[in-house]
């Protein structure tokens, strides 16, 4: 198949030309971080202005680098939810305008199974899997028995895992986003706070960092009430041990409990240098087979979405033109056709 798909979920506008869920002939990406870096974080109002803006520059540059036109494509695709509704609705408005333009068929995505999907580029799934999702609204731990099929079963009860790092990093006055900036500070310094690492009850797959976040900000205020400084290196190091520690914990233990045969890793946190490493050390002395996309792929693409939406077109998931937003979408209800 070759798909033209299209993502504006939340602060990137992005249209990528994918040809048999494998290959990204293109994969545009228009990031909108430096109108929103003033605000400290995404302004929804703004994010639609701008996928407004530039929606239809990024779908021709997508195209023309390809080498392909319209003719060629045998379906749209676009991010259907979950994220802003009027962001979404800028994606979803242009991908319905080139379908029915173009009779071509409509393919809505689930948002996380396009970063799930991201793993696929990498290396081929094999069933039954794992996932870790980790991104700025999720925190999940997803079993995947087949193509198409995803069972939540674990899932963070308040922040996630990205939405933390942003938090921690506004402590420490770094600019948006946090997790970047945090990534990079870590690297230099030491676990010298030790803070909790909350595994919640026996045997949960689900996860908790709210209580993180707020030992953090109780460290930097403690310090500035006795006219200490906080060695911000340390802290992010800190910060990141306690995050990094639990996520590997539960995706191993995940693997293991569901007989997994690939481990994979998902979402914008996916790109954090020390989850990578400790996610690679630990899996490794375990004998387990992990995927990461690179870098590039890790954080929100069109490219990631037209590979979901490769699955979803061969087993034969057709919208209609009557498909909306969904704020938020459920990955458990979004592909089973
Ligand atoms: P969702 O995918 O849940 O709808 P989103 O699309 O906003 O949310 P992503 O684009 O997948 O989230 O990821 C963005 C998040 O990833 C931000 O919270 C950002 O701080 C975090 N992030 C990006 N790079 C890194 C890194 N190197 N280390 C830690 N976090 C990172
Ligand atoms: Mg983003
Ligand atoms: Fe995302």
């Known amino acids: 198949s070759l798909i033209l798909a299209i993502e504006s979920s939340c602060d990137e506008t992005s249209v990528a030309l994918v040809r048999d869920g494998k290959t990204l002939l293109s994969n545009v990406v228009s990031s909108q971080i430096e109108s929103h870096k003033r605000f400290g974080g995404v302004v929804p109002e703004v994010a639609s202005r701008h996928h407004v803006e ?30 802003l509704v009027g962001a979404l609705l800028v ?17 809505g995505v689930h948002h996380i199974a396009g970063h799930i999907y991201a793993n696929e580029l990498v290396e081929e799934m094999e069933f039954p899997l794992v996932c870790l999702v980790v ?47 945090i ?40 310090a500035e009430q006795r006219g200490e400084t906080v ?35 998902a979402g914008g946190v996916a790109a954090n240098r020390g989850l990578r490493a400790a996610l690679k050390e630990a899996t490794d002395r375990e004998g387990i087979r992990l995927v990461i996309p690179p870098l590039d792929l890790c954080g929100d693409n069109a490219g990631m979405i037209g590979v979901a939406a490769h699955h979803a077109y061969v087993r034969g998931k057709r919208d209609t033109l009557a498909m909306n937003a969904v704020p938020g979408l459920s990955l458990e209800e979004s592909m089973t056709v």
């Open 54 to 83: 530039r929606i239809t520059y990024v779908i021709d540059d997508a195209l023309s680098e390809a080498g392909v036109t319209m003719q060629d494509v045998d379906a749209v695709a676009v991010t259907q939810g979950p994220g």
């Open 91 to 107: 994606g979803i408005s242009a991908a319905k305008a080139l379908a029915f333009a173009h009779s071509k068929p409509l393919i």
């Open 231 to 265: 060695i911000p290196e340390n802290l992010a190091a800190s910060f990141q041990a306690s995050v990094v520690e639990v996520l590997v914990e539960k995706a191993i233990r995940a693997v293991k409990e569901k007989g997994a045969k690939q481990l994979l890793v």
């Open 183 to 222: 990534d990079r500070l870590a690297a230099d310094g030491e676990d010298t706070y030790k803070f909790p690492r909350v595994r919640l009850e026996a045997g949960s797959f689900d996860f908790s960092f709210s209580g993180l976040k707020s030992s953090v900000i109780n460290a930097v205020h403690n």
């Open 135 to 181: 991104s700025g609204g999720h925190t999940e731990l997803v079993y995947m028995p087949e193509h198409g099929v995803f069972e939540v079963i674990g899932e963070t009860r308040d922040d996630a895992a990205g939405e933390a790092y942003d938090k921690v990093a506004r402590t420490l006055s770094l600019p948006y986003p946090g997790g970047p900036a």
